[in-house]
């Protein structure tokens, strides 16, 4: 069989019959035959093996709407009408690595020259409405795969047809390739049956407004907001894994607003819809979800190599302890003390509830905690125990403090802005002038253990530990300081503590 390349004669891509819903235009054909010439090598010899053994072999789904959208992408999804074992038996001796964890629904996964591939059975599943877990029924027609998929967009397909290397056959029974230009996100099926059969679809709804900033058709944000207790169906894992594919999209404001829009947040994030504080024209206060969400915007416009997950759940949530902490103050002034520290605990409490990861959770719920410490100094000057302290504070989240703080600052008073800006512009002046003299990464005291034990004469214990604090809170205060000012210093603090007589 002829390979597709660079210098091969360019495949063409025709519609696979007068049931097509549409055929791709000129400009999309390009694409596809584009995206093709680079997979050509594994994708033809592996329709090769397919078509040897007298089975159909497509590309299908995400991977056909990423080659439309021009989107790179090494991983491939592939669908056939020949049943699992006829798949692990047709790769055998050609893939590098093939697994079959997924083989009990129909997909065998392979690894060639790079690529990870995922082939699976057609499928007409039937689900229970119990659960997300269908009850698998392998299927004989692509029109019935594609018909049991999430979304039209996700539903074209393009035959890999060995013996026809000039050609690549579409099939978009569902009019994906429309609404991918569209910029919509609609369901093959109905959307209440699309849901009730898998409800982690609505957050695959998001997921894909936020990744694609498309608009969710509105039969599918009627369902979304109809079914959303559903969601309670799904794992707190499998919830998470969308959340974080949400949070890191293009678009994360589209697809969180998605979701407080429908009420799905209510369920899986339902901080995010609290913030929604009710206000009066006595009680008049920034309003925090709007805000939370231009914080969100202005992190991202910050981000330097690629997508922060760390930085985007800060921003989203560092204000979510503000219901809890508000009061009404006399003459109609609204305050929120201590937000940051209620914040801290509900965002552990959330991100915990979601299985996250523990480095992940503790270190959204540091910069909740932090994100007023700067504030906290006011307009003055900065002093350097000011400063050592809020690096030391901060440790190896500084340079994500950084850009949150200068994120959460969204007044609309030109003058304000430039003043709290340039205030953050001299605390890292001050920072990088006491780094060059002081190593503020690593704060630690002028005297080690050893020292410590020999000149208050004490073993290893509490106490070492106790005068190893007192030293540092002591660096931090006055700088680094000459062994013998340090030593006298240990030695007043140990006769105030009573160790020495």
């Known amino acids: 069989m002829p390979e597709s390349g660079p210098g091969s004669s360019a495949p063409q891509l025709e519609p696979a019959g007068p049931a097509d819903a549409s ?44 080659a439309l959208l021009a989107r790179p992408s090494e991983d491939l999804d ?19 690595t ?68 000039d050609h690549l056959r579409f099939t978009d029974p569902f009019g994906g390739l429309t609404h991918l230009a569209q910029g919509l996100l609609d369901t093959p099926a109905a959307a209440e049956q699309s849901f009730s059969d898998d409800p982690l679809r609505m957050l695959r709804a998001a997921r894909f407004v936020s990744q694609l900033a498309f608009t969710a058709a509105p039969r599918v944000v009627t369902a979304m907001t109809d079914m959303a207790p559903q969601i309670a169906r799904i794992t707190a894992e499998r919830v998470a894994t969308e959340l974080e594919k949400l949070v890191l999209g293009r678009d994360p404001r589209g697809g969180l607003s998605l979701l407080v829009e429908t009420g799905l947040a209510d369920h899986v994030l339902p901080e995010l819809p609290a913030l929604r504080l009710e206000r009066d024209e006595h009680h008049q206060h920034k309003d925090v979800y709007q805000h939370s969400l231009t914080v969100l915007d202005q992190a991202i416009a910050q981000e330097e ?62 910069l909740t905690f932090l994100h007023l410490r700067f504030h906290g100094y006011g307009t003055g000057a900065w002093t350097d125990s000011a400063v050592r302290r809020y690096v030391t504070d901060a440790g190896p989240l500084l340079p994500r403090l ?25 605390l890292e002046r001050r920072i990088a002038e006491l780094s060059a003299a002081e190593d503020l990464a690593r704060v630690r005291p002028d005297l080690d253990g050893n020292a410590i034990m020999e000149l208050l004469g004490v073993p290893a ?20 300081l000459p062994r013998d000012e340090a030593e006298a210093a240990l030695l007043a603090w140990a006769r105030e503590q009573g160790l020495t007589g």
Not at 325 to 341: A, C
């Open 23 to 66: 055929a791709p235009t000129a400009e999309q054909a390009g694409r596809i035959r584009d995206w093709h010439v680079g997979h050509a090598k594994v994708l033809d010899a592996l329709a090769g093996r397919f078509a040897a053994g007298g089975r159909e072999l497509h590309l299908v789904g995400g991977s056909v709407r990423d």
């Open 78 to 96: 592939l669908t056939t009408d020949a049943r699992p074992q006829e798949i692990e038996r047709f790769v055998e001796g050609w893939a590098e």
């Open 98 to 165: 093939t697994w079959d964890t997924g083989i009990a629904f129909g997909t065998v996964g392979v690894a060639k020259s790079g690529r990870r591939l995922e082939i699976t059975t057609f499928r007409a599943d039937s689900y229970d409405g119990q659960s997300r877990n269908p009850a698998v029924v392998f299927g004989d027609t692509l029109a019935g795969d594609l018909r049991r998929r999430d979304f039209t967009v996700n539903a074209m397909a393009v035959a890999l047809r060995p013996g026809e290397p």
């Open 305 to 366: 190599d690629g997508p922060d997950l760390t930085l985007r759940l800060a921003a989203l949530l560092h204000d979510i302890g503000k219901p809890a902490t508000r009061r009404f103050e006399p003459g109609g002034g609204v305050s929120f003390h201590h937000h940051e520290v209620e914040g801290r605990k509900l965002v552990r409490k959330r991100l915990r509830a979601l299985r996250m990861p523990k480095a992940l959770t503790e270190d959204v719920a540091e």
């Open 402 to 426: 950084h850009k949150l703080v200068r994120a959460d600052c969204t007044t609309r008073n030109p003058k304000r802005r430039r003043a709290l800006q340039r205030s953050y512009d001299d």
């Open 461 to 480: 214990g509490p106490v070492v530990g106790r005068a190893w604090k007192f030293l540092k809170e002591l660096k931090l205060d006055r700088g680094p």
